[in-house]
């Protein structure tokens, strides 16, 4: 077994000595950069990665493993490497400042700078740029040697107007004026004429009618289909869409009609890139649209319609098919083909989908809908919604929904060459899960019918499970009106799911109809062992399935148990116990997009968190090794969130992360084979039962230039006389014989995240830390742990006994400490401030004040009622109102405003979709009439975190002139001292600094 190796990456967490490094400001945010976009070839040889700016021209990166080559692409993204490890292609975006330059002149879509694209061998220097692309697309497998894109329509040319010289521009004004001459003397004598001959005479002849053309359609513009190994190309005019097969052995090209040459109609081509040959099969359409092959390339399915105007209100689309060897393709599924149930017609939003071995294509049904009624008048016509106890979902839910609703597919199925329809999905099962690639003979299908009322206040509803046959439609109820979700095997013979109130998982075997607990032998929970919700505790999940469904793996708090879906072998702990008995937590990080089972062969890599130092890491088991844990790479840092492995090698790329250090791009090979470059911690040499890690990029050298910041873990004991953590966030020139002033953030727990890099940036709704530490301030992150019933004073438990701790602290100045959160920590903070003084300053983002208005309120992004969230989630109040009113009062800061003493800044966007902007109003207003120092900021037009980056700039200039006023005495800008009136809106900000120290 190779041993996990701790890697300690000493070059990356050296801190470059300086004399004086520079404080971190508002204008750095833009060049601060992050590893994007991550690629690695099949053979392992060569990984493709973007380093993108918050805001400007980002690079695309294109790299040896081995360092042997490197290429950058400015401004590069979307890249692809083709299947046989010798192309890059990547489109290219325009100048970022061309692009912001064509926004202030506002120009229009077609005047706009456009994309252009890049071709690289690997290993070779040229680049091939094509300009002005709109897409481009390879096979997902194949050979690589196809390569398709779509260009832009062609800017139109001016024409050329030769510059005559000095004597042609002179004989041309002298003719110019014979032939005004000649045209007054014609008008003078048509006017004599038009006397005597009256003003018939000066009537325009009636030009002959000409033919009226057909509707005008989008036009497509020119496809290229490039030979890649070649170089040769073929052309396509007039192509709106066009598509590979997976082996690239097909390829399918939608053209649109010509609006000036009526001949040339809308067709589908196929064209068959081994032999070149092109043929059309199907022509003659108004829209076509979701092409699906099957994975042979052999077959083709689409939905199209071809029988009304564009203008119609009512379209029926229909499902064609196509197969090689066929003249054209034909009609397989309409609204009056068998098994299609009346009112139901073809879906245009659900794309077919053909089984891995070809003999099944899936396909959507909706209902047909009443077409708009075009003579009623709009300013005549009333408009309302209309609330009815017995609906599903409230009003508000129903039309946020209803794009999904209106599209809503149920699924359908055609066998072989049968023509009769078997529908699977409907209104009472209207989701359907797939199995064994798509070629099971049963489907699992969910539906919440029925027991969607009580999500109002459960926050759930409970489903009911049915297996369907894909042969005759024929349905059989797996189980009723469960909590949780359920699954079906990969291999399609089993349905899963976890029941919360046994606390077990369940499976069903589709063949004998057999119920089993496959976990009643596991003694450590399955379940979240550390939840304080007033609820049932859900489970840590499921981790995969093994290959033909041998086994199911399922974790617990820190380890992954191998069990038998039938039951009849006891739960092996396949991680060997050593997660809970050494306080790691593994979970599992599929390397691969197609999330494959896992194999009797298989490298299996997790993700680990120590739970005692919260270091992290990776590492690598072998299935069948009796020994864990296997080998990787551990250390004071954070593993990214995705891990990328070549196809074809056991190498793999991935990113590392540290308060310490900007994301790494490393890159790990399970190999023996010896680098000698000294990047890896000054080691040339490459020991036995080792893996081999070695850096790819650093991210953001800059950091180097600023004054940085340290994290500590830090532990103190909390009122309840319970212990708890947080983070404490230093700057790197701390000097323990100063006195700082502290910031205080928090939202839920954050400990788990020491070791995670923070970005500068300009602020959504939170104070940016690393910008906060570099100009002198301590941050404190302290965990909150909740009793039901007591939120406000649960963070009061946590918060203020947190600040008491650091106030015997000689470096911390206990007259300047500040409290700050968003959203639920909005709340905590405007709770914290009716109880507590010693804070100088607080800043409460889209806090709810009142939880008796916010009970039975809307959360307006998602259109649900707020109850659920009190009475079993996040509020954690755990009763309705009228069962414990006193509870909703207690914790609610509207009813202890007159308490408040501290300045508080609240921040409450007027679009908030989570929490309504009222409940900021409320507060204000409160505070207001009772003298307090009270600011809202309210961002027009924006959502509960801010969107816009110049809004984000803004908040986080005034985040900082507001805390920089009372905790370290700088001068008040306009807007806190004197504020902005409505009058001055988008003249004055009111960010200039005042002369006077108070106000």
């Known amino acids: 077994m190779r041993k996990l190796r701790c890697i300690p990456l000493l070059l990356l967490v050296c801190l470059h000595a300086s004399a004086q490094k520079k404080p971190l400001t508002h204008a750095v945010y833009d060049g601060w950069q992050s590893i994007n976009e991550r690629y690695i070839s099949n053979n392992g040889k060569w990984v493709v990665f973007t380093i993108t700016p918050q805001e400007g021209d980002a690079m695309l990166v294109i790299q040896a493993t081995d360092n042997s080559y490197r290429k950058e692409i400015t401004r590069g993204y979307a890249a692809a490497i083709t299947g046989d490890n010798r192309f890059v292609i990547c489109k290219i975006k325009p100048l970022f400042a061309a692009t912001r330059d064509a926004k202030i002149k506002k120009k229009k879509a077609d005047e706009m700078p456009k994309d252009s694209m890049a071709i690289v061998e690997l290993g070779k220097d040229s680049v ?88 005008p359609v989008e036009e497509g513009s020119e496809l290229v289909l490039r030979n890649l190994y070649t170089g040769e190309e073929k052309r396509f005019p007039l192509v709106s869409d066009y598509y590979f097969s997976k082996a690239g052995n097909a390829f399918i090209i939608q053209t649109t009609r010509s609006n000036a040459d009526t001949l040339k109609k809308a067709a589908i081509v196929w064209y068959n890139t081994a032999g070149g040959k092109t043929d059309t099969i199907f022509r003659g359409f108004n829209t076509a649209k979701n092409f699906a092959f099957d994975d042979a390339g052999a077959q083709l399915a689409f939905i199209a319609e071809r029988d009304s105007s564009a203008k119609a209100l009512q379209k029926f689309y229909k499902l064609y098919y196509y197969r090689t060897g066929m003249d054209s393709a034909r009609l397989r599924v309409d609204r009056n083909t068998t098994g299609v149930k009346n009112g139901l017609t073809l879906s245009e939003t659900s794309a077919p989908e053909f089984s891995q071995n070809g003999q099944k294509l899936f396909f959507g049904l909706m209902p047909v809908r009443k077409p708009k009624d075009t003579t009623l008048i709009d300013f005549e016509t009333a408009r309302l919604d209309i609330w009815h106890y017995n609906d599903d979902y409230l009003q508000p839910q129903q039309l946020v929904q209803l794009p999904t609703e209106l599209s809503r597919s149920f699924k359908a199925v055609l066998n072989g060459n049968e023509d009769k329809v078997i529908q699977l999905g409907a209104e009472d099962a209207e ?100 939840d304080d919700h007033p609820d049932d505790p859900l489970p840590h999940g499921i981790m995969a399935w093994h290959k033909n469904d041998k086994y199911v793996y399922v974790y617990d708090m820190y380890d992954v148990w191998q069990c038998d879906p039938e039951g009849k072998k006891a739960p092996y702990n396949f991680t060997r116990g050593y997660g809970r008995s050494h306080k790691i937590i593994y979970r599992y990080m599929p390397t691969d997009k197609e999330a494959k089972p896992i194999t009797d062969t298989q490298t299996v890599v997790f993700k680990i ?92 050298p800059q950091q180097k230039d600023y004054n940085w910041l340290t994290c500590e873990l830090t532990k103190w004991t909390m009122f309840d006389g319970k212990q708890s953590e947080g983070l404490l966030f230093k700057p790197e020139n701390f000097d323990a014989k100063k006195k700082y002033p502290m910031i205080l953030y928090f939202y839920e727990k954050n400990s788990d995240d020491l070791y995670l890099y923070r970005q500068p940036a300009p602020s959504a709704s939170t104070i940016n830390i690393p910008l906060f530490v570099s100009n002198g301030y301590l941050v404190f992150v302290p965990d909150i742990h909740y009793k039901k019933g007591e939120p406000g004073e649960s963070a009061y438990n946590a918060v203020v006994s947190a600040a008491k701790y650091f106030t015997r602290k000689p470096w911390v100045d206990s007259t300047k400490m500040a409290i700050q959160g968003q959203s639920w920590g909005g709340y905590q903070v405007a709770y914290l401030v009716t109880r507590t003084n010693m804070f100088a300053a607080a800043e409460a983002g889209a806090p709810v004040s009142n939880m008796t208005s916010a009970y039975g309120g809307i959360r307006w ?139």
């Open 128 to 215: 091939l740029r094509i300009p002005r692309i709109k897409s481009f697309k390879t096979p997902d497998k194949g050979t690589g040697q196809w390569l398709a894109y779509l260009q832009e329509k062609a800017l139109p040319v001016p024409p050329v107007v030769p510059q005559p010289d000095s004597a042609a521009q002179l004989n041309s004004l002298l003719h110019m004026a014979d032939s005004l001459t000649r045209v007054a003397d014609s008008l003078r004598r048509k006017a004599s004429e038009a006397k005597t001959a009256g003003l018939a005479a000066l009537k325009a002849p009636k030009l002959a009618a000409k033919p009226k053309p057909g509707e």
């Open 609 to 700: 968190l120590n739970l005692v130092n919260k270091e992290g890491g990776v590492t690598f088991h072998e299935v069948g090794d009796t020994t864990f844990p296997g080998y990787g790479t551990n250390g004071q840092f954070q593993v990214g969130f995705q891990i990328f492995k070549a196809k074809d090698s056991n190498v793999y790329v991935y990113t590392i992360e540290s308060f310490k250090f900007s994301p790494v791009l490393e890159i790990l090979k399970d190999t023996l084979v010896e680098w000698t470059d000294a990047d890896v911690n000054g080691s040339k040499a490459l020991y036995k039962d080792s893996v081999l890690v070695r850096p790819l990029y650093y991210s953001n």
């Open 431 to 530: 989701t359907i899960m797939l199995a064994d690639d798509k070629n099971a003979e049963y489907v699992l299908a969910t539906t919440t019918k029925g027991n969607r009322v009580e999500s109002q206040w459960m926050g759930y509803a409970k489903a009911t499970a049915f297996i369907i046959s894909t042969v005759d439609g024929s349905r059989k109820v797996v189980k009723e009106k469960l909590r949780n979700f359920f699954n079906i095997s990969p291999g399609g013979k089993y349905v899963i799911w976890y029941d919360v109130t046994q606390k077990n998982y369940f499976t069903y075997t589709i063949s004998t109809g057999a119920i089993t607990n496959i976990t009643k032998s596991i003694k450590v929970p399955l379940y979240d062992e550390e």
């Open 861 to 999: 992004g998602t259109g649900i009622n707020r109850q659920f969230q009190y009475e079993h989630t996040q509020s954690r109040i755990g009763y309705t109102l009228w069962q414990r009113p006193d509870l909703y009062i207690k914790n609610s800061p509207l009813f202890r405003a007159d308490k408040v003493t501290t300045p508080l800044l609240i921040t409450h966007n007027d679009a908030d979709g989570a929490v309504p902007w009222y409940q900021g109003i409320e507060y204000f207003t409160a505070l207001r009439r009772l003298g307090k120092k009270v600011w809202m900021l309210q961002y027009n037009g924006e959502d509960h975190n801010l969107v816009e980056r110049r809004n984000r700039k803004d908040l986080s200039i005034r985040l900082s002139q507001y805390f920089d006023y009372f905790l370290k005495g700088a001068p008040a800008p306009h807007w806190l001292a004197e504020g902005v009136p409505a009058t001055s809106k988008g003249v004055d900000w009111g960010t200039e600094l005042e002369e006077k120290k108070g106000f």
